[in-house]
């Protein structure tokens, strides 16, 4: 199955109409959720500190920042 991760932080208003889009292609898609913290760990803030939100599907970075549901539907739409 699919997984989509998204990596997020604690008062990210980005992030959180991040996750309400990729529940929304959930009824679309099926796919497992994870979401990660970067302040959990030292390698994803220096990866993805400015970047966040950060969303990556079966590990491969789909989007990041500004999501919209287009680009998310087209990067499901080729699964």
């Given at each position: 199955?699919?997984?989509?991760?998204?990596?997020?932080?604690?008062?990210?208003?980005?992030?959180?109409?991040?996750?309400?889009?990729?529940?929304?292609?959930?009824?679309?898609?099926?796919?497992?959720?994870?979401?990660?913290?970067?302040?959990?760990?030292?390698?994803?803030?220096e990866?993805?500190?400015?970047?966040?939100?950060?969303?990556l599907?079966?590990?491969?970075?789909?989007?990041?920042?500004?999501?919209?549901?287009?680009?998310?539907y087209?990067?499901?739409?080729?699964?």
């Amino acid at each position: 199955m699919t997984t989509v991760t998204l990596f997020t932080r604690k008062g990210c208003h980005l992030c959180e109409k991040a996750k309400e889009i990729i529940f929304s292609l959930k009824k679309e898609f099926h796919f497992d959720y994870e979401e990660c913290d970067i302040e959990e760990r030292d390698e994803w803030i220096e990866e993805y500190g400015l970047m966040i939100p950060v969303v990556l599907i079966d590990g491969k970075e789909v989007q990041y920042g500004q999501i919209d549901k287009i680009t998310l539907y087209k990067a499901f739409s080729k699964k």
